[in-house]
Antibody, heavy 115, light 108 residues
Framework: QVQLVESGGGSVKPGESLRLSCAAS????????MSWIRQAPGKGMEWLSS????????FYADAVKGRFSISRDNTKNSLYLQMNSLRAEDTAVYYC????????WGKGTTVTVSS | EIVLTQFPDFQSVTPKEKVTITCRAG??????LHWYQQKPDQSPKLLIK???QSISGVPSRFSGSGSGTDFTLTINSLEVEDAATYFC??????????FGQGTKVEIK
């Protein structure tokens, strides 16, 4: 069955960087757009970024544009999110999701940004 | 950005009661509205797609209705295992998905 497993979360200080990974299995990864979505403590879901099947087209929410970078490696069935210049307000659970109108979600990885 | 406003934010319900959750879109999104259930420390699970289409494996007590700007998720005869947060998601304005803020359903 479809499985998405995020990794790479952790605790960092403001201004530092993290790279999240998402390992996909159970479907043809290269056939699907993929997205990153986050949920801050006590808040609703927030879409961050999406990437086309080839990786050539990417989209970002204004909140992360210029700081975060999405990429994928279809040979490794993997999705990535490079997060730079992290801020306290980036503290959240980060999910990768397979996109086909509806979303199939991973279990999430927690990022904490605190001095 | 298409804003999704969900209400109520919280509902305390006894088992076997009917639950109704509303999601209102800031503009016409056709039927591009989906409902998810999220339990603590779990990833969201799809309940209803495209406003009213059922999902294989989801109990029949969950149903959806609506189109355009007003949508409803109904849980008929609530069960204890239905305690969770429910939220809506629009896929009309790609790729900028937006989500409702969530409705927490508690069992009395």
């Amino acid at each position: 069955q479809v499985q998405l497993v995020e990794s790479g979360g952790g605790s960092v200080k403001p201004g530092e960087s993290l790279r999240l990974s998402c390992a996909a299995s159970g479907f043809t990864f290269s056939d699907y757009y993929m997205s990153w979505i986050r949920q801050a403590p006590g808040k609703g879901m927030e879409w961050l970024s999406s990437i086309s099947t080839s990786g050539k087209t990417v989209f970002y929410a204004d909140a992360v544009k210029g700081r975060f970078s999405i990429s994928r490696d279809n040979t490794k069935n993997s999705l990535y999110l490079q997060m730079n210049s992290l801020r306290a307000e980036d503290t959240a659970v980060y999910y990768c999701a397979r996109v086909m109108g509806t979303l199939v979600w991973g279990k999430g990885t927690t990022v904490t940004v605190s001095s | 950005e298409i804003v999704l406003t969900q209400f109520p934010d919280f509902q305390s319900v006894t088992p076997k009661e009917k639950v109704t959750i509303t999601c209102r879109a800031g503009q016409n999104i056709g039927n591009n509205l989906h409902w998810y259930q999220q339990k603590p420390d779990q990833s969201p699970k799809l309940l209803i797609k495209y406003a009213s289409q059922s999902i294989s494996g989801v109990p029949s007590r969950f149903s959806g209705s609506g189109s355009g700007t007003d949508f409803t998720l109904t849980i008929n005869s609530l069960e204890v295992e239905d305690a969770a947060t429910y939220f809506c998601h629009q896929s009309s304005n790609l790729p900028a998905y937006t989500f409702g803020q969530g409705t927490k359903v508690e069992i009395k």
